[in-house]
């Protein structure tokens, strides 16, 4: 078995529902009325691919512009980002070039992009289209994902396919210094420890 350890950091206007995201993944629910996150916290998630277990280091980012300024301790040392937009809301979408623009120009290791457009399951007030979104995302080097929270759509394969991506970089020649891989001289009990300790937002 071989366990990476990396850090993935969710990013993007506030009410895109990011907190929804993970939460969703990490407990498999999600609650309506979400406070606004303050500041950022971080949760743990396992994905499992192949003979890899992936521990993330989920940190959620709060939106309001007057966190931004702290946003850049958050995505320090991060191995993968997904910025996400509400694809009813076009400010959001709007918002996405320039949280990327920012972290490419403050980071020099190797990073996976996301640009993650959630609530397709508004259907009628939806602005953004898939191929516009898409293009965008080629645009910058990322990778386009479309998630709802409220028809729990893409939100597992959202982070298996963060997973599959974080081991292809770390396989091939461009692998980040802060990328920890640790190889298990045999096959054993996964004792890689999850803490949901740090859910800050949605919580009972
Ligand atoms: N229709 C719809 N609403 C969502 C979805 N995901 C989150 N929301 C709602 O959007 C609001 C903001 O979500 P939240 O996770 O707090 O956003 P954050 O500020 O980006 O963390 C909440 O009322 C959520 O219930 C979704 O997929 N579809
Ligand atoms: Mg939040």
């Known amino acids: 078995m071989k366990r990476l350890t990396a850090k993935l950091v969710f990013m993007g206007s506030q009410g895109v529902g990011k907190s929804s995201i993970i ?61 996400v937009f509400d694809v009813s809301d ?36 939806r602005i953004i289209t898939y191929e516009e979104a898409k293009e965008f995302a080629t645009s910058v080097d990322a990778h386009y994902w479309e998630t709802s929270v409220y028809s729990n759509s893409g939100i597992q394969d959202l982070f298996t396919n963060i997973g599959r991506n974080l081991i292809e970089m770390v396989e091939s020649s461009k692998r980040p210094t802060n990328i920890k891989l640790e190889i298990d001289p045999e096959e054993g009990p996964n004792n890689v420890k999850i803490n949901n300790s740090n859910i800050k937002c949605c919580t009972n």
């Open 23 to 83: 939460t969703r993944y990490i407990k498999g629910d999600y609650r309506k009325e979400c406070e606004a996150t303050i500041g950022a916290s971080f949760m743990y998630a396992k994905v499992t691919i192949r003979d890899y277990t992936i521990t993330l280091k989920v940190w959620d980012t709060a939106g309001q512009e007057r966190f931004r300024s702290l946003v850049p301790m958050y995505y320090r040392n991060s191995d993968a980002i997904a910025v």
């Open 90 to 125: 076009r400010e959001s979408f709007r918002q996405v070039k320039s949280w990327i623009n920012e972290v490419k120009k403050n980071t020099d290791t190797p990073v996976v992009y996301y640009v993650v457009g959630n609530k397709t399951d508004l259907v009628d007030s």
